[in-house]
């Protein structure tokens, strides 16, 4: 029962960061200026580095998921501690190119944030 909650906020970190990479995937374009910075050049190169994006996201809430579904809440915890540099690189990014402090702080850092919060609690040190 601990571990429910924490666990279940992994699931859905773990769905919404599959959900973002798929739509990185197939309409790059469209979701890009989410991530807060200046909407990139429309051409195929441009595409092909934010499906980089996209393919980074889907297969990070793939492993997070397959942990849950093969491993105890420890191994877990310690992969979101892990995965959590994402969204902290991605902060600093938005943060050091000169785009969206909001978006920088409101996705980026909180979902961090949540990550570092829920595995210190699946690893019980919260």
């Given amino acids: 029962?601990?571990?429910?909650?924490?666990?279940?906020?992994?699931?859905?970190?773990?769905?919404?960061?599959?959900?973002?990479?798929?739509f990185y995937l197939c309409s790059p374009?469209?979701?890009s200026p989410s991530f807060g910075l200046n909407p990139p050049a429309s051409d195929p190169d441009t595409r092909a580095w934010l499906r980089l994006k996209g393919i980074r996201d889907v297969g990070s809430g793939l492993v997070?998921?397959?942990?849950?579904?093969?491993?105890?809440?420890?191994?877990?915890?310690?992969?979101?501690?892990?995965?959590?540099?994402?969204?902290?690189?991605?902060?600093?990014i938005v943060l050091t190119s000169n785009g969206?402090?909001?978006?920088?702080?409101?996705?980026?850092?909180?979902?961090?944030?949540?990550?570092?919060i829920a595995g210190l609690f699946l690893i019980q040190i919260l």
Avoid: E
């Avoid at 924490?6 to 960061?17: E, H, Q, R």
């Avoid at 809440?73 to 994402?86: D, N």
């Fill in 1 to 22: 029962m601990y571990n429910a909650i924490p666990l279940s906020v992994a699931a859905l970190i773990a769905a919404a960061v599959i959900s973002i990479g798929s």
């Fill in 29 to 31: 374009q469209r979701i």
């Fill in 100 to 116: 969206s402090k909001s978006k920088a702080f409101s996705i980026h850092g909180a979902t961090c944030a949540v990550m570092l």
């Fill in 64 to 92: 997070i998921l397959t942990l849950m579904l093969t491993v105890g809440a420890h191994t877990v915890g310690l992969a979101m501690l892990a995965f959590a540099i994402i969204p902290l690189g991605d902060m600093f």
